[in-house]
């Protein structure tokens, strides 16, 4: 069956650092790709999504790039603030099934000042 | 703008106990999604809802589980007689409708998180 998979957390950084989390998937045909962020005591949001192979996604300096050979679709950001402090979930949506997402476990990112 | 709203956000049952979770979906959408989060493991999809009408139910467990969205008021889900496995966050997603288009976003809500003792 379909599955995401997450680099584990919790990932600690300083203000302005480098972010990057894994996400590696396991699916048949050519799903959509997704990453949610639920920032303390809200719902999951949308952050970016990708529909096809190669695809980049970009949203609030946020991207990922949809890499069909690597079945990954890692998220980078290159300098964080403090207010990227939050849980970001990895997720897939297969086409025939166009309502079901699968989601990793998530990776909870602290930014300190 | 309200977004999805679920109530209540800690829910605390012994074993044997009821619960019962609702979901206020975004104004204007007619349909409902439910997914669970077990502990260490991603948001799994249980169950997809319109008005008065349950769409898909693969992903619910057959037994103590069940859920309704009304034609007024919230969408619930309720788990009877609960044991500890079923300890877990418990998310709801809406969407406007119509769906059809691979586009489709789905907003979620904040979650509840039931504790079984």
């Known amino acids: 069956g379909d599955s995401v998979t997450q680099m584990e957390g919790p990932v600690t950084l300083s203000e302005e650092a480098f972010l990057t989390i894994n996400c590696t998937y396991t699916?048949?045909?050519?799903?959509?790709l997704f990453w949610y962020v639920q920032y303390p005591g809200e719902g999951l949001q949308l952050l970016l999504k990708?529909?096809?192979?190669?695809d980049k996604g970009s949203n609030k300096g946020f991207e990922a790039t949809y890499r069909k050979e690597t079945t990954s679709f890692h998220l980078e950001k290159g300098s964080v603030q403090v207010s990227d402090s939050a849980v970001y979930f990895c997720?897939?949506?297969?086409?025939?099934?166009?309502?079901?997402?699968?989601f990793g476990a998530g990776t909870t990112v602290t930014v300190r000042a | 703008n309200a977004g999805v709203m679920q109530n209540p956000r800690h829910l605390v049952r012994r074993r044997g106990q009821e619960a019962r979770l609702r979901c206020s979906p975004v104004?204007?959408?007619?349909?409902v999604y439910w997914y669970r989060q077990l502990p260490e493991e991603g948001l799994k999809f249980m169950v997809y809802?319109?008005?008065?009408?349950?769409?898909?139910e693969s992903g619910m467990p057959k037994e103590r589980f069940s859920a309704e969205f009304p034609k007024e008021g919230p969408s619930i889900l309720r788990i009877q007689q609960v044991v500890r496995g079923d300890s877990a966050a418990y998310f709801c997603?809406?969407?406007?409708?119509?769906?059809?288009?691979?586009?489709?976003?789905?907003?979620f809500g904040p979650g509840t998180r039931l504790l079984v003792l």
């Open positions: 997603a809406s969407s406007p409708g119509g769906w059809g288009s691979t586009q489709e976003t789905q907003y």
């Open positions: 699916a048949t045909g050519y799903p959509s």
């Open positions: 990708a529909t096809k192979a190669d």
């Open positions: 997720a897939l949506r297969r086409p025939s099934n166009d309502y079901k997402l699968s």
């Open positions: 104004k204007g959408h007619s349909h």
């Open positions: 809802l319109q008005k008065e009408n349950i769409i898909d």
